[in-house]
């Protein structure tokens, strides 16, 4: 499997998503914040076959997932989102990472169970609700198709109203095929994107 990253002037970076990382990554994007929400998709489409191996995405979003929680650092603030019909959270707020938080996000990002449809609004806006955070990594693997807000372009303007005065960077990533709407969030947020497939 490959992930292909673009960094923030547009620059393509090819890696093998299992190369050694100094710190922490998601998706071979680094992960430097250390009040960061990770945004996944939990919607049916991720039961989809990923790479050339029986996974599923939703099996390598996990597999992601648990591999970031465990390599950021014990002071870093973190906090997990699930979407699909709505939106859920692994706690209110960001959670500072000791062994007991660690374990207990690692748990509920393991529990993620791929049904319904792809309310990326509701993920970001429950991403957004903690003013803690600074950083956001959105994983989705389709269009939205449901929630308050579904056309791409009121999407970023909604995301755009949010961020007004707050400047949080958000990283996307695409897995299983190019995202328009995905490219344009990182680019309009300060993050980078990275396509999975």
């Given at each position: 499997?490959?992930?292909?990253?673009k960094?923030?002037?547009?620059?393509?970076?090819?890696?093998?998503?299992?190369?050694?990382?100094?710190?922490?990554?998601?998706?071979?994007?680094?992960?430097?914040?250390?009040?960061?929400?990770?945004?996944?998709?939990g919607?049916?489409?991720?039961?989809?076959?990923?790479?050339?191996?029986?996974?599923?995405?939703?099996?390598?979003?996990?597999?992601?997932?648990?591999?970031?929680?465990?390599?950021?650092?014990?002071?870093?603030?973190?906090?997990?989102v699930?979407?699909?019909?709505?939106?859920k959270?692994?706690?209110?707020?960001?959670?500072?990472?000791?062994?007991?938080?660690?374990?207990?996000?690692?748990?509920?990002?393991?529990?993620?169970?791929?049904?319904?449809?792809?309310?990326?609004?509701?993920g970001?806006?429950?991403?957004f609700?903690?003013?803690?955070?600074?950083?956001?990594?959105?994983?989705?693997?389709?269009?939205?198709s449901?929630?308050?807000?579904?056309?791409?372009?009121?999407?970023?303007?909604?995301?755009?109203?949010?961020?007004?005065?707050?400047?949080?960077?958000?990283?996307?990533v695409?897995?299983?095929?190019?995202?328009?709407?995905?490219?344009?969030?990182?680019e309009?947020?300060?993050?980078?994107?990275?396509?999975?497939?």
């Amino acid at each position: 499997r490959v992930v292909e990253a673009k960094d923030r002037d547009g620059k393509r970076d090819r890696r093998r998503n299992d190369a050694p990382a100094t710190t922490a990554s998601y998706w071979n994007l680094p992960v430097t914040s250390e009040r960061v929400v990770f945004v996944v998709d939990g919607s049916g489409s991720m039961l989809q076959p990923f790479g050339t191996g029986s996974g599923t995405r939703l099996d390598e979003a996990k597999r992601q997932l648990a591999a970031v929680l465990t390599a950021l650092p014990g002071k870093a603030k973190a906090n997990v989102v699930v979407f699909s019909f709505d939106a859920k959270s692994f706690a209110p707020t960001l959670q500072t990472l000791d062994d007991k938080k660690r374990k207990a996000a690692t748990t509920f990002a393991q529990a993620i169970e791929a049904r319904g449809p792809t309310n990326v609004y509701s993920g970001l806006q429950l991403a957004f609700a903690d003013p803690e955070v600074d950083t956001i990594y959105l994983l989705t693997d389709g269009q939205p198709s449901s929630g308050p807000v579904v056309e791409p372009n009121a999407l970023l303007r909604a995301v755009a109203e949010w961020n007004l005065g707050r400047v949080v960077r958000i990283h996307t990533v695409a897995i299983g095929g190019r995202s328009r709407f995905l490219e344009q969030l990182a680019e309009q947020n300060g993050g980078a994107h990275a396509e999975a497939r």
